[in-house]
């Protein structure tokens, strides 16, 4: 189990960028893989961004080539680089372990992006 707390959302035109933060504790963070998450109103939440404890990345679809995730194992920080946000994007971030701990989840980070 790891512990998260996120930081770094904001408010933002569409096209602008926002960095997050997450950082987690826990002795097993660097051999497990880590996850960025969102839930929009109305709507489940969903994996958009995950790292591998190599360092292998995966995204879905909807943020391929606009968004970026890395981890810093020495720091027991992730990241998420988001580049070129439209209004959709508009949600409440969190991170967690890859698959999901029902234990970790935070209180998230909002991110929201004005057409």
């Known amino acids: 189990q790891v512990q998260v707390m996120e930081s770094g959302g904001g408010l933002v035109q569409a096209g602008g960028s926002l960095r997050l933060s997450c950082t987690a504790s826990?002795?097993?963070?660097?051999?497990?893989?880590m996850g960025w998450y969102r839930q929009a109103p109305g709507k489940q939440r969903e994996l958009v961004a995950s790292?591998?404890?190599?360092?292998?990345?995966n995204y879905a679809t909807s943020v391929k080539g606009r968004f970026t995730i890395s981890r810093d194992n020495a720091k027991h920080t992730v990241y998420l680089q988001m580049n070129s946000l439209k209004p959709e994007d508009t949600a409440v971030y969190y991170c967690?372990?890859?698959?999901?701990?029902?234990?970790?989840w935070g209180q998230g980070t909002q991110v929201t992006v004005s057409s």
């Open positions: 967690n372990s890859v698959p999901e701990d029902a234990r970790s």
């Open positions: 826990g002795t097993i963070f660097a051999i497990i893989g």
């Open positions: 790292v591998s404890s190599e360092g292998g990345t």
